[in-house]
């Protein structure tokens, strides 16, 4: 899942976007109103992680442009200011979700995960496709109850899959949604992760369509490799 993070203040900033990286989430920052509007402009964000202080603007507007344009992934508010007044504001700007600073980073975490969930289809924090189980929480994988131990990009990378179990995926959305904007489009990074994730799943839950894209879907059958 790809989050945009719009914060001002640099550390913090950075420090946040660490510790969301670490639980598996591309992201990319945006240090102002203007830059936040085009990045979400030109790229595919599953949610996007918003300070209300910002220099040039305050995010009470670029919430709003942001809906104006079109935008509908949820919106997770942050601010020192954390009145009533501040919070229906902030709601009533477009945003779905409204956290005050300081806040607990596993709150905002969990306050993340409960917004991604309500997009259609997503409800259940525990993803299951036949033997394969995914826990949204923990970041758990296992198959037919025996633990998989995956990196933080395999992990992201699987739970997007499985999010769309049963479609072919394209290149392009796995980028967009499982990268930042730092990824190659020339390089064969999501190929090498598919065989990765082959080798530990088994070869038969990652169907590779040639020219089209990945699946994942379970085929029930006596041997999973
Ligand atoms: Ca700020």
């Not at 954390?82 to 504001?89: C, K, L, S, W, Y």
């Not at 917004?115 to 036949?130: K, M, N, Q, W, Y």
């Not at 980028?175 to 080798?199: A, C, G, K, M």
Request: aromatic share 6%; hydrophobic share 40%.
């Amino acid at each position: 899942m790809r989050v945009l993070l719009v914060e001002d203040e640099e550390d913090f900033a950075r420090l946040l976007a660490r510790g969301l990286r670490e639980s598996t989430y591309a992201v990319d920052v945006a240090s102002d109103g203007v830059d936040a509007l085009e990045k979400a402009a030109a790229n595919l964000y599953d949610l996007v992680v918003l300070d209300v202080m910002l220099p040039c603007c305050s995010g009470l507007d670029v919430c709003r442009k942001l809906r104006q344009s079109g935008f509908t992934s949820p919106i997770l508010m942050l601010t020192a200011l954390d009145q009533p007044e501040h919070r229906v504001a902030g709601l009533d700007s477009g945003a779905d979700d409204y956290l005050g600073k300081p806040f607990n980073f596993s709150e905002l975490l969990a306050r993340i995960r409960a917004l991604l969930r309500r997009t259609p289809g997503l409800l259940a924090p525990v993803l299951t496709i036949g033997d394969l189980s995914i826990d949204t929480r923990t970041r758990g994988v296992s198959r037919s109850g025996s633990p998989v131990e995956l990196t933080s990009k395999e992990y992201a990378l699987l739970e997007y899959l499985a999010r769309r179990a049963g479609e072919v995926v394209s290149r392009e959305d796995i980028s967009e949604h499982v990268w930042d904007e730092t990824y190659d489009p020339f390089s064969n990074l999501i190929e090498v992760y598919i065989q990765r994730l082959r080798r530990k799943l088994g070869a038969r839950l990652l169907h590779t369509h040639r020219g089209e894209g990945y699946r994942l879907v379970f085929e029930a059958g006596p041997a999973h490799v």
